[in-house]
């Protein structure tokens, strides 16, 4: 059974920062791409970043590129999304996701974490 679960999200001000977290079990997380996405009200779900299997590779999108840092331990089976110099628009439901990179090549989505930007 693969599970992964957001934690981290929150209430903050503009330019403060948080960091999220996704545990993962089940997952062959040293043969997976591990990313984040976010959807706020209204608009489709958007990739954020993304960290390869070996961690020589890594996305992020234009809007987050220079705020956010994406990174995987793979000791305890876990990524983290830095996230400073946060502004309103990044409010969302950040979620993260795993894609296998072998056999069928399935792709699980956690539950989400809602993080909001505001004064």
């Known amino acids: 059974q693969v599970q992964l679960v957001e934690s981290g999200g929150g209430l903050v001000e503009p330019g403060g920062s948080l960091r999220l977290s996704c545990g993962i079990s089940?997952?062959?997380?040293?043969?997976?791409?591990m990313s984040w996405y976010r959807q706020a009200p209204g608009k489709e779900r958007e990739l954020v970043a993304a960290?390869?299997?070996?961690?020589?590779?890594?996305t992020y999108s234009d809007s987050v590129k220079g705020r956010f840092t994406i990174s995987r331990d793979y000791a305890t089976n876990t990524v983290y999304l830095q996230m400073n110099s946060l502004k309103p628009e990044d409010t969302a439901i950040y979620y993260c996701?795993?894609?296998?990179?072998?056999?069928?090549?399935?792709?699980?989505w956690g539950q989400g974490t809602q993080v909001t930007v505001s004064s």
């Open positions: 089940g997952l062959v997380f040293s043969r997976s791409t």
């Open positions: 996701k795993g894609s296998e990179r072998f056999g069928l090549r399935r792709d699980y």
């Open positions: 960290i390869s299997s070996d961690i020589t590779g890594k």
